[in-house]
């Protein structure tokens, strides 16, 4: 751990998210393990950054799976299914451009130094 403050406040939300399960499903289990951490927290135990550092390595494999799978929902469920639909109902705007060679159209105008200020 990078320093004391972080297992500190790492070991304080355990022991208050234990605290908020005890309280919700009022199993003495949780307000044991909640009194757990603020010992281990309290005595400042090799133990807690032991825990804080497990924690944070689950915390962390938690995020990169979760964004993985959470990006590949919402690309199959979302994304795909509004392509397929564009296409589906948009055949012109895909087709407008097949019978040229590129999308760009040609301008025979004469330029001058005005004509590149504002571009856009």
Same mark, same amino acid.
């Given at each position: ?8 406040k790492?070991?304080?939300? +355990? ?12 199993? *003495?289990?949780?307000?044991m393990?909640? #009194?757990f ?5 309290? +005595?400042? +135990? ?6 804080a550092? #497990?924690?944070?390595?689950f ?21 795909? *299914? ?12 895909s ?10 159209d ?8 005005d ?6």
């Amino acid at each position: 751990m990078k320093n004391k403050n972080e297992i500190l406040k790492t070991i304080d939300v +355990l022991a208050l998210a234990s605290l908020v399960a005890f309280m919700v499903f009022k199993k *003495p289990l949780f307000l044991m393990l909640a #009194l757990f951490f603020i010992v281990i927290n309290v +005595l400042e +135990l090799k133990l807690g950054e032991k825990i804080a550092k #497990l924690w944070l390595k689950f915390a962390h494999l938690i995020g990169t799976f979760n964004s993985k799978i959470l990006l590949s929902i919402i690309f199959f469920v979302f994304l795909y *299914p509004l392509s397929i639909l564009y296409k589906a109902f948009n055949k012109g705007a895909s087709s407008m451009f097949k019978n040229k060679e590129s999308h760009f159209d040609s301008v025979n105008k004469l330029f001058d130094k005005d004509s590149f200020k504002k571009q856009w």
